[in-house]
């Protein structure tokens, strides 16, 4: 087990780490509303596209709790309500939707059961997630891990350690097995501007895992790769394509690019729930655009001059021709990605 | 004139705009001493290599008027020690050596001369290459304004405007005489961690011209290039190999890549004394480390875990061959910039 949970149940509650505070502080918010789960995920209290997904699946859970009905079918009327109303959090992740089309299948599954039931059924299968999520993390981990070699100087974005999931991590979960395998890898660790989840959280995860790691803003990554101090990039994904095409945070994209001009490897980790088997390619993928103060403000304080217009793309997309392989709990997808993405599906 | 100065002589002062400070607060610090010069330099109160040189002829001015000799040959033993103490301000903008070689070279062509006329010579020197270095700037900003369209997307990054030169700035400059020539450009300002630049300075100078802009993360300018956003990037340079090799702000390099894998025109504009023609290429230009602190804290607060090791490159070197153009007060070097950059310095 880690450390630290981003987020778990706890008699009737959600208890969840607040990463907009990390590193400063260790603060566990206590949530009994479904809706301020959804402003947890909206104002990136918890993130990354596996945690969102347990969360989303959690606050279900929430919302099935507090409904005041014993008719079942007012209940699964309202629940979809409710599951509508969570999917309206972020667009980007399609964990999000992942998530809640499940607890919607289980409700429905349950048909003829009583309101007490069902939500016994649904507080029970949030909690299935979240343990399953750790066990995929784990295989994805493992499955990854053989990619990375001892020494190599890996450079990855965001954060995709055990904050960003259930727990374990994706991409970090993969450099986590590596160690624990005894390779003595280090890190570059992208600062990830606007919000600085590399600054913030990856470096707070690394540093608990005693794995060796040197902060960089984002801008120096082509710098250390023309001085070849990087082996290896490693990132994870928010939404992937049928294609291979990758969302993730604002950044991969050039990085992707970096990676290729330099001949470097640059590898994807995620579980299939991030796969978005429903759209052709990234060009369908809708890209969050968040507010300009996340760019122009700092806590509270201007970096720029008073109204100063800012572009806020939470996300890229990077074309599946700059990657080379995604990582998942079923093995590595290599290229051609639309084939070997269906053969990992059928697994 | 420019509404704002970045450095002036003033009655036996150098007034300076601190520019740490900004875009909060317009505050001039008023310098007497050689040493505050260095401290200002060190600290980036003042930045920008052309700029960077006119602090450092200022200095060496300063530290000349101050001297408590009557005695020429003592005085010009003196001058050498305080030229070679400002030369450790910063190790990377070549233009710091070139000034105070320019002071060098006036002082000792006044041989024979008393105390006296030397300090008035010197202080006469300090305030022309300031003049010239906004001549100069006017030049190069018209040789660049042809490259530049009508309607224009352009991203740049770092800060190269009136406040990192003397006046009128280099690829700033450039899209400045764009915009005065009519042309409709707008700007994509990367915000240039880890000191923000870009945000705290290029969108304070950009608004007060007038010429529309959009401040983005570094990381989101590879985003912009894939969607078709982006038509020419602009940047500056803090020395220029013989070959082309371009030293420049941190990020540089990357955004060079980006363009050259979108197809998109990336041009350099430095005045001539930002070349370094004693060295071959950029392997040879020495880059500076900044302290950790710069990546890790942001005014005082942490970003990052405490004890986070943070690598601050305050420079990387784009090789010549990314480079569609390098833009100069005596016209537009085109590659082969072997031959071409030679025939521009005899012109």
Redesign the interface.
Known sequence: MDPYGSIYWDAGRVRLLDQRRL??EEIYLEITDYQEVIQAIRTLAIRGAPAIGVAAAMGAALGALAMDTDDPVQFQVRFQEICREISQARPTAVNLFWALDRMLLVAQSQEGQGVAALKERLVAEAQTLLKEDETINRHLAQAGQVLIHDGQRVIT?CNTGALATGAYGTALGVLRAAWEAGKKISVWV?????L?QG??LT??EL?KLGIP????????????M?QGKVDLAIVGADRIAANGDVANK??T???A??A??HGIPFYVAAPLSTFDFAIPDGGHIPVEERA?EE??H??G?????AG??????AF??TPHDLISGIITERGVARPPYSSSIKSLRRA
Do not use: K
């Open positions: 590193p400063a974005h992208d600062e990830t501007r606007p600085l600054a913030r470096t707070w540093g790691y040197i902060l960089i803003p984002d801008g120096a990554a082509a710098a250390l023309g604002i950044g994209y050039g990085l690019v970096l290729h001009h300009g760019v122009t700092l806590w304080q201007a970096v720029a001059p100063a217009p800012a572009l806020n793309l890229d997309v």
